[in-house]
């Protein structure tokens, strides 16, 4: 669906604004305005104009009758429209793709619910041309996320379960949550992880589950340092998607790149699972760190 | 702009009311709003209706009764015009609610709250007390995503510019038959009509926009498509590896079996693809060894041969 003009917007806002109002007898302009995303004044003008609207006749019997100078508005006469719209194609689609993902994570607890969320797509389904092929999987868990939003508004600690891939680890950590955020394409949570006493920020699709815990003393300024980073020079032997995909520092025409790892042992894993496309040239460590570790795989083999 | 959305909201209740078609010329004698020489109100009529239509809203023509030399009437019926979910529980309607809820990225929410302003208007409270507490987000929907489900919605082919293996963005053509978000990406899946085949695009990959090309309604979804085909089956090959304890948990969460062992554990996993299997053995160094199969071993062992080349 193509985004509508403002003037088709607006006819949409007059539509949709009937059903909501027969719904919502004496919501005040202003939570009126915001639930329609818009000021109080395009929200009055509105109303102003479905006062003129009606059944062909247009007399007081026929118009739609509205009353909101008080700033509360109560609609009436109005039966015609009181039915919300059908939702529109992507509508529809996205709500099926929602169903989707809420689907995945309750199916392994609520089998009735499962099949409630069923019975919707198979109705929603129906309003599609084209019945689309959807499987939807949440980067964090809906539930994990509610956990965390939850501790970051209260300002209350969690404990997650976290797998590094850096160290190959999994392993619990208590962590005061101050945020989620989004940094290409995927999404951290950022706090201050007691473990480390430092803020940590884990990517929140590595998070392998959430639980809450005890209050503790909220960190007050958590003035310690950041994660330390570790600058490390290589040789770009072939620019692969592969390669600017893990190393997006590098771009198709480098030769050379000066990269910035999280750790010593995230920048020789990464350097290794590139298989030579890449080679680490400074510091020195790392060159021969890298070295060890390949040479140590290889006596695998041996 | 306000006398004709004011036109517009009337024909549309008239429209609706009416018990049958209504004709030309009684619209433009009872519907307030056509004025001017019967050529402008014809010309407004049209404009109108193709208003309606971009809405979402169906006109229906008919009345044409072949024994009489009637005109062509319009109504719209109140059943094609609403929200058409029956009988819906306060527990189903929380769940359509938090469904729409999950697209919260700048790319959908006009789409996703004029969703759940109709759920609203609904007239029904929500019930979440049978659900657990839950804050479903569908992260990474971007423009381009929004641009695919529209030409998904509309059987419209797309076309974008999409990193290959080497890094070289080419112009490739799909016309989509799903969507999947797995491991924190999404996938387009369809028809690639260049190669003639069904492909999968990881969005992040896609280089600038997605366009669409040509019309709406320009292909046909194939019946026998479906997207779960992707998943593992007994066609796909299966590598063994040697895991040692406590090290490995991204090929544990993938094996189909793991046998333990004091010194190694042993694991099977799904090759999916080859490329990103050898990455991964490589990534875990000394801690992961490939029993099987052949190419596998021998691909992991060139390139450590390599990195110790290069590296020496």
């Known amino acids: ?302 | 702009m306000s006398r004709k959305n004011e036109r517009l909201v009337n024909l549309t209740i008239a429209l609706l009311a009416t018990k049958r078609y209504l004709t030309k010329n009684e619209i433009f004698r009872n519907i307030e709003g056509y004025e001017g020489s019967a050529e402008s109100k014809e010309r407004m009529f049209e404009r109108d209706k193709d208003d309606l239509r971009k809405l979402g809203i169906r006109i229906e023509v008919g009345g044409l009764d072949p024994l009489f030399d009637d005109e062509a009437g319009y109504r719209i019926r109140p059943e094609s015009y609403a929200l058409s979910l029956r009988d819906l529980t306060p527990t189903q309607v929380t769940l359509l609610s938090l469904a729409a809820q999950a697209w919260q990225d700048a790319a959908f929410t006009d789409l996703s709250q004029q969703a759940l302003r109709k759920l609203n208007s609904i007239g029904l409270d929500t019930d979440s007390s049978q659900l657990p507490v839950m804050a479903p987000k569908l992260v990474g929907a971007d423009e381009n995503l929004r641009s695919a489900l529209d030409a998904l919605t509309s059987l419209t082919t797309i076309e974008f510019d999409y990193l290959n293996i080497q890094g070289v963005a080419l112009n490739r053509r799909l016309q989509v038959y799903g969507v999947q978000s797995r491991k924190s990406h999404w996938y387009l899946i369809g028809l690639d009509t260049e190669k003639d085949a069904i492909r999968n695009f990881r969005l992040d990959r896609i280089q600038g926009f997605v366009t669409a090309t040509g019309k709406a309604q320009s292909y046909v979804m194939p019946s026998s498509f479906e997207i779960s085909e992707l998943e593992p089956d007994i066609e796909t090959p299966l590598a063994v590896l040697q895991v040692r304890p406590g090290s490995g948990y991204q090929f544990r969460r993938m094996a189909t079996t793991i046998e333990t062992a004091d010194d190694w554990d042993l694991l099977e996993v799904p090759i999916f693809d080859l490329d990103y299997i050898t990455s991964l053995v490589l990534w875990h160094g000394q801690d992961v060894i490939v029993s099987s199969p052949l190419t596998l071993r021998t691909a992991v062992i060139s390139a450590l041969e390599e990195l110790v080349k290069i590296h020496g």
């Open chain 1, 1 to 302: 669906m193509a985004k509508q003009d403002t003037g088709l917007a607006r006819t949409a806002r007059l539509l949709d604004l009937v059903p909501y109002l027969t719904t919502h007898q004496g919501i005040a302009i202003s939570e009126l305005a915001k639930t329609f995303n818009t000021t109080i004044k395009e929200i009055t003008d509105d109303l102003n104009t479905l006062w003129m609207c009606g059944l062909p006749g247009y007399t007081p019997l026929e118009l739609i009758d509205l009353e909101f100078e008080s700033g509360f508005v109560s609609i009436r006469n109005a039966e015609t429209l009181a039915a919300p719209r059908a939702l529109d194609r992507a509508e529809v689609l996205s709500i099926y793709m929602g169903l989707d993902l809420l689907s995945a994570e309750l199916s392994n607890t609520d089998t009735s619910l499962v099949n409630e969320i069923t019975n919707l797509q198979d109705q929603l389904r129906t309003q599609l041309i084209s019945a689309p092929q959807v499987q939807i999987e949440a980067s964090l868990n809906s539930e994990f996320r509610a956990l965390i939003l939850r501790a970051i508004r209260r300002r209350g600690w969690i404990e997650i379960t976290y797998h590094s891939v850096a160290n190959d680890q999994v392993s619990k950590r208590q962590v005061a949550p101050y945020e989620l955020s989004q940094s290409g394409t995927h999404e951290y949570l950022q706090g201050y992880c007691d473990n480390a006493k430092a803020i940590r920020n884990f990517r929140a699709d590595r998070i392998v589950r959430v639980t809450e815990i005890d209050d503790q003393v909220w960190p007050n300024s958590p003035v310690t340092a950041n994660e330390s980073s570790i600058k490390f020079e290589v040789k770009v032997h072939s620019a692969s998607r592969q390669v600017l995909e893990l190393l997006p520092q590098i771009s198709v025409s480098s030769k050379t790149a000066s990269i910035e790892g999280f750790s010593a042992s995230w920048i020789s894993r990464a350097v290794l699972s590139l298989a030579g496309q890449i080679e680490a040239t400074e510091p020195i460590q790392i060159r021969s760190a890298v070295h060890a570790r390949a040479k140590a795989a290889l006596e695998n083999y041996h």
